[in-house]
């Protein structure tokens, strides 16, 4: 079974002090590695698709990096308006274009 | 170009009755599906659809129907409410090949 799990459950950050979101996953074999970003009361919104080891994409102050085994979302001198819940998926090699989601980091940035 | 579009944003419901939610997108994308969210349990698949007239089951697939008649919508169907219901229901879409899925806005669920 794909299982995705997301640490820490939350973070609180100063306006400027860099840090990272992990995400571990276990799939069969993967297709794509996702990462979304969630405001309160909106859907989740794309950033990046990672679909090998070694990979990297960045935009912004987020840069997202992938491994065999895990995800990280490093965000470098965050401001207030990176306050978000980030959201790690994965989508299986055969497994209908499915995403199989954790639950997500609460990230809060204060000024 | 509207993307993803979800009908009702909120809705209160009575424990029996059954209503549809509607989704709608205008990309042309072949693959749509519908997740809930609920607190600490992340999104969780329900239905998808991988292109008109094909639909399975996802991870919570029990009290739900769909179906998808055209490309464009995939409206989700409570036969009979109950409040374990209760939650914030995401359409989303996407192109075949991996690119991954846009969302709609939500849809809230009450069932008192």
């Known amino acids: 079974e794909d299982q995705v799990t997301q640490s820490p459950e939350a973070l609180r950050l100063q306006e400027g002090e860099s840090s990272s979101l992990n995400c571990s996953y276990t799939?069969?074999?993967?297709?794509?590695l996702f990462w979304y970003r969630q405001d309160p009361g909106k859907g989740p919104e794309f950033l990046f698709t990672?679909?090998?080891a070694g990979e990297e994409k960045e935009k912004e102050r987020l840069k997202a990096t992938l491994t065999k085994k895990e995800s990280f979302l490093h965000i470098t001198a965050p401001k207030p308006e990176d306050s978000a819940t980030y959201l790690c998926a994965v989508q299986a090699v055969g497994g209908s274009e499915k995403l199989v989601f954790g639950k997500g980091t609460k990230l809060t940035v204060n000024p | 170009n509207a993307g993803v579009t979800q009908t009702p944003k909120f809705q209160v419901l009575k424990t029996g009755q059954s209503m549809t939610l509607q989704c709608a997108q205008d990309m042309n994308h072949e693959y749509m599906s519908w997740y809930r969210q609920d607190p600490g349990m992340g999104l969780r698949l329900i239905h998808y659809?991988?292109?008109?007239?094909?639909?399975d089951q996802g991870e919570v697939p029990n009290g739900y129907n769909v179906s998808r008649s055209t490309t464009e919508d995939f409206p989700l169907r409570l036969l009979s409410a109950a409040p374990s219901q209760t939650s914030v229901y995401f359409c989303?879409?996407?192109?075949?090949?991996?690119?991954?899925?846009?969302f709609g806005s939500g849809t809230r669920l009450t069932v008192v």
């Open positions: 799939v069969s074999g993967l297709r794509g």
């Open positions: 990672l679909y090998s």
């Open positions: 659809s991988v292109g008109a007239g094909i639909t």
């Open positions: 989303a879409s996407s192109p075949a090949g991996g690119y991954g899925y846009t």
